[in-house]
C-alpha cells in the first residue's frame, strides 16, 4: 500500500503562483509514476500533469506552459510549480500514483487533496 499526503494548497489571486507537495510512502516500490489531477466545481476530474520515474512527463491541456511538474526519486516525492493561476483553475487538486507502462498508465492511489483557490 502506498500513502500520498499533499501540501501547499490555499488561495491565491488571479496570476498568482502556488506549488503543491506530495510525499509518497511506504510501498513505494509498486509505484513508477506519480501526479496530479484535479477537480473543480461541477466538472469531471482531469489530469493535470504526470512524471515517471524515469522523467517521461505529460500535462493536460489546460495547464501546459503554465504548469511545471518535478519529481524527486530519491524523497519520493512529486512537485507541481504552478504560475499564472486563473479562476478556472480552482479545484480539489489529488496528488497520484501507479504503474506506466510506456502506452498507458494506472493511478491506484490517491491523496485526500488539497483545495486551491484562485480568486479574480
Known amino acids: 500500500q502506498v500513502r500520498l499526503v499533499e501540501s501547499g494548497g490555499g488561495l491565491v489571486q488571479s496570476g498568482g503562483s502556488l506549488r503543491l507537495s506530495c510525499a509518497a510512502s511506504g510501498t513505494i516500490f509498486d509505484i513508477n509514476v506519480m501526479g496530479w489531477y484535479r477537480q473543480g466545481p461541477g466538472k469531471a476530474r482531469e489530469l493535470v500533469a504526470f512524471?515517471?520515474?524515469?522523467?517521461?512527463?505529460n500535462y493536460g491541456d489546460s495547464t501546459k506552459g503554465r504548469f511545471t511538474i518535478s519529481r524527486d526519486n530519491a524523497e519520493n516525492t512529486v512537485s507541481l510549480q504552478m504560475n499564472s493561476l486563473k479562476p478556472e483553475d480552482t479545484a480539489v487538486y489529488y496528488c497520484?500514483?501507479?504503474?506506466?507502462?510506456?502506452?498507458?498508465?494506472?493511478?491506484?492511489?490517491w491523496g485526500q487533496g488539497t483545495q486551491i483557490t484562485v480568486s479574480s
Open positions: 512524471i515517471t520515474r524515469g522523467g517521461i512527463i
Open positions: 497520484c500514483a501507479g504503474e506506466y507502462s510506456g502506452t498507458n498508465y494506472d493511478f491506484k492511489f
